[in-house]
């Protein structure tokens, strides 16, 4: 599209287009600076305002990241951190109960309540610290609201204990610190998570005494040990000689005992041969016992044959033993056919041979 510019000076033309220019790029300068998107991250609420060019600031609204306003005209926000801060303390001068001073350091945990976010930011400063980086906004916070009360309350509980027992007392204390924290921060936008009491130290001359007795008791220990060990050492030697002595005496034992078992076994076995060889004994003698009565016994019946026997004979009793025992003897042949042995012969009723030579 054209227009007509017939009839008009260059010089005006000029001008026109000068001031045309000049008003759009005036418009758009004006949107940049007055149009904005206010982006909130999660962790973060926005204290979301209006900035209007003539009049005062107004809040709007508050928002909770991840989320965002969009185009907005002159929209500002103050960003605040809803993410727990962690803020350590240390103490080099805590008088102790017994006038020590003694060192300390502890730590408090805190978190901006998300949903007094709008009374944070009206009521505990924030607003004057607009443009300020949400970090910086939170240690500005902690300086102007909790830093001095938690000081008050570490150095308080602290100064209760002596200097030397402090530290045996940490989960009373920080238990004590934590009450008085709570109470403190009650009906602000602070929610407390924790207070942790990492340490408590005696002045460096009582730790360098301490150290020094602590160094004289364990050296003082260190001897004792030695010299128990070297008592241990000759007890045990003791017990050893004792031990080797038990064992000598042991063996010695043993070998009495084997001996005495091997005597034993052998006057055992030379009593059984001796009851063998008298029972034996015992039985041969029996046997010629019993013989030699049987003998007896023999002689006596034939004694008792020969009685009787005599008794019925009488006087032939004789004639009839020589008869007996005639064939026994040997007589000479002179002496066979004599008249004198037959007639004895015939007075004994029996014919005797003669004997061979």
């Keep these: 599209m054209r227009y007509k510019t017939e009839g008009i000076p260059a010089e005006v033309v000029g001008v026109i287009c000068a001031v045309g220019a000049v008003t759009v790029l005036g418009g758009v300068i004006t949107?940049?600076?007055?149009?904005?998107?206010?982006?909130?991250?999660?962790?973060?609420?926005?204290?979301?305002?209006?900035?209007?060019?003539?009049?005062?600031?107004?809040?709007?609204?508050?928002?909770?990241?991840?989320?965002?306003?969009?185009m907005t005209w002159r929209k500002k926000a103050c960003i605040v951190s809803t993410t727990p801060w962690r803020m350590v303390e240390s103490f080099d001068n805590i008088q102790s109960k017994d006038n020590l001073m003694t060192s300390a350091e502890a730590s408090i945990v805190f978190v901006i309540d998300s949903n007094k976010v709008k009374e944070f930011v009206e009521n505990y400063g924030a607003m004057a610290e607009v443009g300020t980086n949400p970090e910086e906004l939170i240690k500005d916070a902690y300086e102007s609201f909790i830093q001095k009360p938690f000081q008050t309350a570490v150095r308080t509980a602290v100064s209760q204990y002596r200097g030397l027992d402090a530290a045996l007392h940490i989960p009373a204390i920080t238990e004590q610190v934590e009450t008085a924290m709570q109470?403190?921060?009650?009906?602000?936008?602070?929610i407390l998570k924790?207070?942790?009491?990492?340490?408590?130290?005696?002045?460096?001359?009582?730790?360098?005494?301490?150290?020094?007795?602590?160094?004289?008791?364990?050296?003082?220990?260190?001897?004792?040990?030695?010299?128990?060990?070297?008592?241990?050492?000759?007890?045990?030697?003791?017990?050893?000689?004792?031990?080797?002595?038990?064992?000598?005496?042991?063996?010695?034992?043993?070998?009495?005992?084997?001996?005495?078992?091997?005597?034993?076994?052998?006057?055992?076995?030379?009593?059984?041969?001796?009851?063998?060889?008298?029972?034996?004994?015992?039985?041969?003698?029996?046997?010629e016992l019993m013989l030699a009565k049987a003998r007896a016994e023999?002689?006596?019946?034939?004694?008792?044959?020969?009685?009787?026997?005599?008794?019925?004979?009488?006087?032939?009793?004789?004639?009839?033993?020589?008869?007996?025992?005639?064939?026994?003897?040997?007589?000479?042949?002179?002496?066979?056919?004599?008249?004198?042995?037959?007639?004895?012969?015939?007075?004994?009723?029996?014919?005797?041979?003669?004997?061979?030579?």
């Design 183 to 190: 109470k403190e921060l009650k009906d602000t936008p602070f």
């Design 31 to 70: 949107a940049a600076i007055n149009y904005d998107n206010v982006k909130v991250d999660g962790g973060y609420s926005a204290y979301v305002y209006s900035d209007p060019i003539m009049g005062k600031k107004e809040f709007i609204e508050i928002l909770k990241g991840p989320n965002s306003t969009g």
């Design 298 to 357: 023999g002689r006596k019946a034939e004694a008792e044959a020969v009685k009787q026997y005599s008794d019925s004979v009488g006087d032939n009793y004789v004639r009839l033993q020589f008869v007996e025992h005639m064939q026994d003897l040997k007589l000479p042949n002179t002496l066979v056919g004599s008249e004198i042995i037959n007639g004895v012969l015939h007075a004994a009723g029996n014919v005797i041979k003669p004997a061979a030579e």
């Design 194 to 287: 924790s207070v942790n009491i990492g340490r408590t130290t005696p002045p460096k001359e009582v730790v360098a005494g301490i150290v020094a007795k602590v160094e004289a008791t364990q050296t003082d220990e260190k001897r004792d040990i030695e010299l128990s060990i070297a008592r241990k050492n000759e007890e045990i030697r003791e017990a050893e000689g004792r031990a080797e002595a038990r064992r000598a005496e042991q063996v010695a034992e043993g070998e009495r005992l084997a001996a005495k078992s091997r005597a034993d076994a052998e006057l055992y076995q030379a009593q059984r041969k001796a009851d063998a060889e008298l029972y034996q004994a015992q039985k041969a003698a029996e046997g």
